[in-house]
């Protein structure tokens, strides 16, 4: 989906942010590909595997500064795509059974988790960047919309 | 793409709202339909059209409860899908020119408008949307995330 939203926009659309040190689509999608290779499913294999210890490491959240650079948008997003079918055959191959959706892993930060509120989070974080993606693209048009700004509540955000 | 984002989803799911009178993704959907029905380009024609009268009517924000009646999401999807690809083509079709975009028309409600602000304000108004069907859907899920709502700020408004 976000190589239909993405795809063949202006670099200047997509690079900027919502001011200070908010993120733009760009910083957002290279967030995403980090979460696909150290969050979701690493961290459910954890929970699945046979091994005692049951600790998540930390999420990077700056990660993205540092290994999106010179690379251009269509190049993340197709690195996205690629990491999130992988990870979405990965998902399909744990045959996770209602019984497997309450085991837990530890959190470093908000401790014991399940498997269900982990997938449940996945989710939800994708929705809660693709609402983000769009509010900071909408918002490039605050002025160009003239009069209506004050009936486009994100807008005023 | 909202056929990417929307299609196959469960309608327990694209059906529920974030309470009170507030818009399920499914009551959105019929309200852009509504809107390539009866607002963006039927104001574009009124604003390069020969005509004196430059006045737009006003836009029924609530047509999707009626005209969605009894329509899966499928079949709005596919709807949707259809009058934007005809309207693309009749925006296209106008081939508006720099001078074209300053013309203006008269919102019942905002007074003058210019071409442009209403061609911004189609995309804009696309965004805000996309940004609330993600939020809606996003709540659902506010209590299976367990412990991560606390990170998820979207779920907190």
Redo the contacts between chains.
Sequence with gaps: ?LK??LSNLPADWTHRNEGGDTWSPYDVLGHLIHGEKTDWIVRAEIILNDSANKEFKSFDRYAQFRNSKRKKLEQLLSEFEKLRAENLSKLKAMNISTADLSRKGI?PQ??I??L??LL??W???D??H???I??V??KQ?KD?????V??????NK
Tied chains: 1, 2.
């Design positions: 989906m239909v939203f959190h908000l401790g988790v399940t269900k509120q449940s989070t989710v939800t974080h929705l809660t693709i609402a983000q769009s509010r693209m909408a048009y160009e919309v003239g009069p209506w004050e009936y486009i509540g994100i807008l």
